[in-house]
């Protein structure tokens, strides 16, 4: 099984509020599980990523928590500003695949003022 | 660090024509890339391997003939989009592969064939 399935498909979030996303994927194989934003009209950028080791990674207002057991994963977004409405994107990759990534469907979130 | 560019940005072309986009690694070198197509409000969908040195390995449902992929450089690969028809038109990302797994993006190119 190479999918990974993302929710929800949509967020609306107040400012100062905590966004929330959830990817959950079948192949243990995956060992490198990154998120990527992307704003309309540009490529995905790198916000932050995990390896099955850990359970919890935190970069700034941005954390990922891993459950390895569950086979699922989410974003944290503390502090959620209007600047960081945009789409993001959950992925999967093994390094025995060459590193292909599995993209989750997306999640547009949208932060109101 | 870790920037990559793609050449152009947006392109429109008449139907039966070819257009080459370029992606390029600035500030490291990269022996794979990926090709990517993605269409309003969808996921990324993963078009082939670019391997510098080597033939290109493609997805399923990808036509090799028509999605021309080389990889000369350890910081250029380039995608030909041959005979192109309005169902190509589409906005297509590449990546380069930095280390063990991570993929950094280009900004895209938005191809409008007409």
């Known amino acids: 099984q190479q999918q990974v399935k993302q929710s929800p498909q949509s967020l609306i979030v107040q400012k100062g509020g905590i966004s929330i996303i959830n990817c959950a994927y079948e192949n243990t194989a995956f060992d490198y599980f990154p998120w990527y934003q992307q704003f309309p009209g540009k490529g995905p950028a790198l916000l932050i990523a995990?390896?099955?080791?850990?359970s919890e990674k935190k970069e700034g207002r941005f954390t990922i928590s891993f459950n390895k057991s569950a086979k699922q994963f989410s974003l944290h977004i503390m502090d959620s500003q209007p600047g960081d409405s945009a789409t993001y994107f959950c992925?999967?990759?093994?390094?025995?695949?060459?590193?292909?990534?599995?993209f989750g469907e997306g999640t547009q979130l949208t932060v109101n003022p | 660090g870790a920037v990559v560019s793609q050449h152009p940005s947006w392109v429109i072309c008449k139907s039966g024509t070819s257009v080459k986009i370029e992606c390029r690694s600035l500030d490291f070198q990269a022996t794979t890339m990926f090709w990517y197509r993605q269409f309003p409000k969808q996921s990324l969908m993963l078009m082939a391997t670019?391997?510098?040195?080597?033939?290109?390995?493609?997805e399923q449902g990808v036509e090799k003939d028509k999605f021309l992929i080389n990889h000369a450089s350890l910081t250029l690969s380039t995608l030909t989009v041959t005979s192109a028809h309005p169902e190509d038109s589409s906005f297509y990302i590449c990546?380069?592969?930095?280390?063990?797994?991570?993929?950094?993006f280009g900004p895209g190119t938005r191809l409008l064939v007409l």
């Open positions: 995990i390896r099955p080791d850990v």
């Open positions: 990546s380069a592969l930095l280390g063990l797994g991570t993929q950094y």
């Open positions: 670019s391997n510098e040195g080597s033939k290109a390995t493609y």
């Open positions: 992925a999967a990759s093994m390094e025995t695949s060459g590193s292909r990534l599995t």
